[in-house]
């Protein structure tokens, strides 16, 4: 059976996972697309052989020949379609961050639980990048001894969309590395720290935190959403006995006129185009069998990331470190 994917959402993300359901995952195809701009809907239902457009959200998640939803709509709607696709019964992945409200997360995550099955799937597709699968194996299988620290960078060449203010730093961008760190550390944050250096660039600027997790670990993480130069995302796992860093895909080096070169790719798309081909073949065998993917984020994880960028925020605000306070985790997400 062919599962029907309704693509909520016509923008930067919507067009790139209509394109890689359409061209990349086998076993589903793009139903409809659903866009407040029905021309731009119309236009990625034409180059992916979507059957129908839709422009009323909750209507396309309800109708009888969607059998699972992508979420790629701006970060605001994302709880609330979340919980449209829950109460359809209805599989979704929904991208990042599940909401930038821990207390609207735990309403969808109080909507699932009483659901009774999980049906959510959160679109931090980092962990299925190759390069952090193998740090992650590199800390399971003992090599580097005890994890101490994790430095991260994030750069964008510049802010990804209209209306992206200063705070979202912490609470759109940030949220990759809240999530992959304590993935891989397999732990959950205690306090964070937020500095933001003086620029004269103005628009919005780079923000340091410092996080610190259960087992008294330092995360640190870099954002800077207007760097210029390429996108570059760095990572370093540091343990007692070794440490273990990213490396960017790079696909050929340019040698000439007494220089030797390589590109950084122009945003996320590119740079993790292996990671989202993963995570949405992930999410349609998630879809076919109902089992949860073993890698993949969920409620829980949208929840933990919201609260981390919660008290970041504060923390720039204040100067202060602000403690990272969650809920106990509910059995159903463990
Ligand atoms: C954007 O929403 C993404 O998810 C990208 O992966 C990230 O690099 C960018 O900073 C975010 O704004």
Same mark, same amino acid.
């Given at each position: 059976m062919t599962i029907r994917v309704a693509i909520i959402g016509a923008g930067l993300m919507g067009a790139d996972h209509a394109r890689i359901v359409s061209e990349e995952v086998s076993g589903a195809k793009v139903q409809v697309v659903c866009d407040r701009d029905r021309g731009r809907a119309r236009r990625i239902a034409e180059s992916t052989g979507a059957a129908d457009v839709g422009s009323d959200a909750k209507e396309v998640v309800a109708?009888?020949?969607?059998d699972a939803v992508i979420i790629a709509s701006p970060d605001g709607t994302h709880a609330a379609l979340s919980l449209a696709c829950v109460r359809a019964g209805k599989h979704v992945l929904c991208e990042?961050?599940?909401?930038? #409200?821990s207390d609207e997360c735990l309403q969808v995550m109080e909507a699932e639980r009483a659901s009774g099955s999980k049906l959510i799937q959160l679109g931090?597709?980092?962990?299925?990048?190759q390069s952090y699968v193998e740090m992650k194996q590199a800390l399971t299988d003992g090599m580097l001894g005890q994890a101490i620290m994790m430095h991260n960078f994030h750069r964008n060449v510049?802010?990804?969309?209209?209306?992206?203010?200063?705070e979202m730093a912490i609470t759109n961008s940030a949220p990759h590395e809240f999530d992959v760190a304590r993935f891989i550390l397999d732990t959950e944050y205690t306090g964070v720290s937020a500095f933001a250096p003086r620029t004269k660039?103005?628009?919005?600027g780079p923000v340091f935190l410092v996080l610190e997790t259960r087992e008294g670990q330092l995360v640190n993480v870099e954002i800077n959403?207007?760097? #210029?130069y390429g996108y570059d995302v760095r990572a370093e796992l540091v343990g007692e006995n070794g440490a273990i860093s990213l490396v960017d895909p790079v696909h050929s080096r340019l040698d000439i006129s007494l220089t030797s070169r390589t590109s950084y790719a122009s945003d996320w798309r590119p740079r993790y185009g292996e990671a989202y081909r993963r995570q949405n073949r992930d999410f349609i065998a998630f879809v076919e069998s109902g089992r949860f993917p073993e890698i993949a984020s969920d409620c829980w994880d949208g929840y933990a990331t919201a609260v981390t960028a919660e008290a970041g925020v504060a923390a720039l605000q204040s100067g202060h470190k602000v403690p990272v306070n969650m809920i106990a985790k509910p059995e159903f997400y463990t």
């Open positions: 109708r009888t020949d969607v990042k961050p599940l909401s930038q #409200s931090f597709m980092r962990r299925y990048d510049e802010t990804p969309a209209a209306g992206f203010v200063a660039n103005g628009g919005v959403n207007n760097a #210029s």
